[in-house]
């Protein structure tokens, strides 16, 4: 990723606010799709990574507790802003579909709990 690159400022700003952490082996990835349970991730933290104890057992019947981004999806869960899909299942390593990101988004701007 060099300053040329498209969004490069945005994907900076991301990294300086420690919502996107990129991967592992120092990589950003920019043109990979987002999961759902990285998106979970994104959105806690760009909730400032508010103190909240993840329940024992998950909210959704494809998600463990000892799965990485558990923490994150029962989070977005327990603020009203994920309920999962009517199966009872998250999906968490389907890509995040626009839809879903606007409904979280504006769920988050709109909180009913």
């Known amino acids: 990723m060099t300053p040329s690159t498209m969004y490069y400022k945005e994907m900076c700003w991301l990294s300086s606010k420690g919502i996107a952490t990129g991967w592992p082996d ?7 799709n987002v999961n ?6 994104f959105m806690y933290r760009y909730n400032g990574s508010p103190a909240y104890q993840a329940p024992g057992s ?3 019947s494809d998600v463990v507790t000892s799965q990485l981004f ?3 999806m029962a ?5 009203g802003l994920s309920t999962g899909w ?3 299942t998250y999906r968490p390593v389907t890509a995040i579909a626009r839809d879903a990101m606007a409904a979280f988004l504006y769920r988050m701007e709109n909180p009913t709990k």
């Open 36 to 41: 759902r349970d990285a998106m979970a991730a």
């Open 86 to 88: 009517p199966d009872g």
């Open 75 to 79: 989070w977005m869960q327990s603020q």
């Open 58 to 60: 998950s909210p959704f």
């Open 26 to 32: 120092g990589t950003y990835r920019p043109l990979d």
């Open 70 to 72: 558990y923490k994150e």
